[in-house]
């Protein structure tokens, strides 16, 4: 599995010294905004803002209140009473949303009882499973990967054939009790190095598992009364399993398969037309090969640009460019990270498929509204809009630039903590003890 994979073990403090602000007035208040029931009201002034869904808008003013974005306007005078944040030479962004990530499921990859991610269990049908249920916020990469621009995520598990379910969290600090904002996002299913009985399977083995997944899921659907009454042939997953299948099947819970290599994907999308699921690929790393077919089913993909070297038979044909070619022909694309304590580099992941072909646009609606839109949570995510949720963050310049630096998040509203474990650990050590 990817998270695993990838995973960092060790936590560097190297390179997060605190943010400050070169040539910008500095921003009021070194500490978020005390917790009380009503976000405060606040007026971010002078900014950029960037909008995956409208051209930069110059010396805005963006008005949050309740939670929510209350107006975004150019110029104009703050509200009566809000608290007013001097933000100009700065841009300001949707937060961005890693959609494949294990951030706030694991601590240390070796250390079994910090992981969370995986259902301990031989058995390769864990449709049942919630990520949600792992995520713990007060994990120490939640506060890097907030400080690090992100303000939501996608938890997903993973093992086995299908892993689970993914859940979509907003990064707010371990006192907030409504992290969790979609406890059941979509069914996982891998296909890249699937095990299913016991055995590593191929491919084809693996879809054939799948098909007669779901012909069960469907026989259980049409007469759930045999199940309790022992009355139906042996079933090959538990009714809690083959319930959340079903509801795959019915087009009320997306499917997100991770697959690599070209020819596996366009199975992928023949299994998802002839089930009518709600398809999503993830990884595709020979993606750009069947670009056009994925166009035309409207598929979407979650791409990895920092994954373009080939290291699998599955991924043989990996190229830097691969979602610039998959965006280029009309693939609604996603950019994630796939990573736990990485999570916070998404915006130069993203800046590395800039770097390849993508255009700058595309990329910043990759990590912003397409993820929300995926899982039909546009109209309340991903843009800097009124009426949409509050979760914003103010760069210093260019997001997708190495050099620029986070100077605030603000989650449903409320200025968010920058402060974690990595600048706790700086503070401490960065001159010698006596």
């Known amino acids: 599995m990817r998270l695993g994979r990838r995973s960092l073990l060790i936590l560097s403090a190297l390179g997060l010294a605190p943010r400050t602000v070169l040539g910008a007035p500095p921003l009021p208040g070194k500490t978020p905004t005390a917790r009380t029931s009503v976000p405060p009201r606040l007026s971010l002034r002078g900014a950029r803002v960037l909008s995956a869904d409208a051209p930069p808008l110059e010396d805005s003013l963006v008005e949050l209140d309740g939670g929510k974005i209350t107006r975004v306007v150019s110029g104009g005078e703050p509200a ?14 949707a937060g961005f949303v890693d959609l494949v990530t294990g951030t706030g499921l694991m601590e240390v990859e070796l250390e079994r009882s910090s992981r969370n991610a995986e259902m301990a269990s031989k058995n390769p049908i864990r449709a049942a499973y919630l990520a949600a249920d792992g995520y ?24 086995g ?3 689970g379910q993914s859940a979509w969290i907003d990064l707010d600090d371990e006192t907030s009790t409504t992290n969790v904002v979609v406890r059941r996002l979509a069914l996982h299913v891998g296909l890249n190095n699937a095990w299913y009985e016991g055995e590593q399977v191929s491919v084809g083995a693996s879809l054939l598992a799948l098909r007669e997944l779901f012909d069960d899921a469907r026989e259980l659907s049409r007469n759930p009364g045999g199940f309790d009454k022992n009355q139906m042939r042996k079933l090959v997953a538990s009714r809690l399993d083959l319930r959340a299948v079903a509801e795959s099947l019915a087009g009320k819970l997306p499917v997100i ?4 290599r070209a020819a596996d994907i366009l199975s992928v999308l023949e299994l998802a037309r002839a089930n009518k699921l709600k398809a999503v690929i993830a990884s595709a790393a020979e993606g750009w090969k069947v670009a056009d077919a994925l166009a035309k089913a409207k598929t979407p993909v979650i791409n990895f640009p920092l994954d373009n070297l080939p290291r699998t038979f599955s991924a043989r044909f990996v190229r830097d460019d691969n979602a610039a070619r998959l965006a280029a022909a009309g ?12 999570a916070r580099k998404l915006r130069q992941i993203a800046g590395n498929a800039v770097r390849a072909g993508l255009p700058h646009a595309t ?6 509204r397409a993820p929300a839109s995926a899982f039909a949570l546009d109209k309340r995510y991903g843009r800097v809009a009124a009426g949409l949720v509050a979760n914003l963050t103010l760069w210093s310049g260019d997001p997708f630039e190495l050099s620029t630096k986070v100077e ?12 974690n474990r990595q600048t706790a650990l ?3 050590y960065k001159a010698p003890q006596r």
């Open 80 to 93: 009566k009473g809000s608290q007013v944040i001097e933000a100009k030479g700065m841009t300001l962004t």
């Open 136 to 159: 713990d916020p007060a994990a120490s990469a939640v506060g890097v990967t907030r400080a690090g621009g992100v303000t939501s995520v996608g938890v997903v598990p993973s093992g």
């Open 161 to 163: 054939l299908i892993s």
């Open 257 to 260: 398969f991770e697959v690599d």
């Open 331 to 342: 693939v609604p694309l996603i950019i994630a990270s796939g990573e736990v304590h990485n």
């Open 363 to 368: 990329a910043l609606d990759a990590v912003t």
């Open 408 to 419: 605030a998040v603000f989650l449903r509203g409320r200025r968010a903590s920058l402060e």
């Open 426 to 428: 700086f503070q401490r």
